[in-house]
């Protein structure tokens, strides 16, 4: 897509749909990999304490 500039009549060229789209979708990614790391620490951490319970249980 071109423009025009304004004061100086240059040329602006846009970026393409798909450029953009691209850049959303894969921030949009990122974004899901980073939650999915967090959630699965949390999870790893609670398996942890619940076979530090369940030892505490057995050794009983």
Do not use: C, H
Not at 40 to 59: F, M, N, R, V
């Amino acid at each position: 897509v071109l423009g025009a500039g304004f004061a100086n009549q240059t040329e602006v060229k846009a970026e393409s749909p798909r450029e953009v789209t691209n850049e959303l979708a894969a921030s949009m990614w990122k974004k899901k990999v980073e939650e999915a790391k967090e959630k699965a620490s949390k999870l790893e951490k609670q398996l942890e304490e619940a076979q530090k319970d369940y030892s505490e249980i057995e050794g009983k």
